[in-house]
């Protein structure tokens, strides 16, 4: 059975750092993109950044390029993503989702998510 | 690419046939799929390749459309659908519609 789970969010003050995780179980991740959506209160999905099965690629919005970064540990089976210098529209539910193929198209298996939440 | 989704919410009873759209701000090839998003749960593939029904998806969710129209419809809605429906494009980037809440008339 596939399970994405998530973890790692929090309350960060703005202009600070956090590390989500995902771990992965129930599929080869290496044969798989790897993808974070957001959805902030009220507002509607927004993918934030995408890795390739072989993580030789990694794909931003433009909202999160240069302060986040995705990351993959083939031994752990897990998928990073580290967010530095947030922001308040940073607030949201970060869900991992694993991608149908090996480059980021359309999402089959998502997490419950993890809440972020940037205040002082 | 921009989604846009209509109508934002809509009331629906059991039974009910509902149909969701999704316009593109240009054509995406079929690129497009609907999800389901409940609070507190993980969102849920409905539909891939515009009309594709994801496997253990039940046949009451259907999908259709091409170049920039797209539309979801839930024929015989039940109690377990009420929730929010979200369209996305994968034809360049990604990007999301705003959503459809579908709620009780």
């Known amino acids: 059975e596939v399970q994405v789970v998530e973890s790692g969010g929090g309350l960060v003050q703005p202009g600070g750092s956090l590390r989500l995780s995902c771990a992965a179980s129930?599929?080869?991740?290496?044969?798989?993109?790897m993808n974070w959506v957001r959805q902030a209160p009220g507002k509607g999905p927004e993918w934030v950044s995408g890795i390739s099965g072989s993580g030789d690629a990694t794909y931003y919005a433009d909202s999160v390029r240069g302060r986040f970064t995705i990351s993959r540990d083939k031994s752990r089976d897990t998928v990073s993503l580290e967010l530095n210098s947030v922001r308040a529209e940073d607030t949201a539910i970060y869900y991992c989702?694993?991608?149908?193929?090996?480059?980021?198209?359309?999402?089959?298996?998502w997490g419950q998510g993890t809440q972020v939440i940037v205040s002082s | 690419i921009q989604m846009t989704q209509s109508p934002s919410t809509l009331s629906a009873s059991v039974g009910d046939r509902v149909t969701i759209t999704c316009r593109a701000s240009r054509t995406i090839g079929s690129r497009l799929a609907w999800y389901q998003l409940r609070p507190g749960k993980a969102p849920k593939l409905l539909i891939y390749k515009a009309s594709y029904l994801e496997s253990g998806v039940p046949s009451r969710f259907s999908g259709s459309g091409s170049g920039t129209e797209y539309t979801l419809t839930i024929t015989g809605l039940q109690p377990d659908d009420f929730a929010t429906y979200s369209c996305q494009q994968y034809h360049s980037h990604w990007t999301f519609g705003q959503g459809t809440k579908v709620e009780v008339k």
């Open positions: 129930g599929f080869t991740l290496s044969d798989y993109a």
């Open positions: 989702a694993k991608d149908r193929g090996a480059y980021p198209s359309y999402f089959d298996y």
